[in-house]
Nanobody
């Protein structure tokens, strides 16, 4: 079982920046994928960005060039730097963790609201 705790959400004006953090604890295997998903009201949860341990990040087309995901394997943390935020980025952002052959773990979610 892996526990995830997110922080860093909030209210920001369009064009602003926020940085999300996620700390993982529990049964963590060295081979894993961490990342961020988001869910806006009335919409399905969607991938924002993921980063595998020792690998390259993957981004949704909608955030490429604006968001940057990074990981600290030593501290079991993952970060999402969000720049040039748009109102359509408003959503609850969820941290994600998975190791091969094991169920995915999710954080409790952190609200990001971008005003126009």
């Amino acid at each position: 079982q892996v526990q995830l705790v997110e922080s860093g959400g909030g209210l920001v004006q369009a064009g602003g920046s926020l940085r999300l953090s996620c700390a993982a604890s529990g049964s963590i295997f060295s081979i894993n994928v961490m990342g961020w998903f988001r869910q806006a009201p009335g919409k399905e949860r969607e991938l924002v960005a993921t980063i595998p341990s020792g690998g390259s990040p993957h981004y949704a087309d909608s955030v490429k060039g604006r968001f940057t995901i990074s990981g600290d394997n030593a501290k079991n943390r993952v970060y999402l730097q969000m720049n040039s935020l748009k109102p359509e980025d408003t959503a609850v952002y969820y941290c994600y963790f998975q190791s091969p052959g094991r169920p995915a773990s999710w954080g409790q979610g952190t609200q990001v609201t971008v005003s126009s």
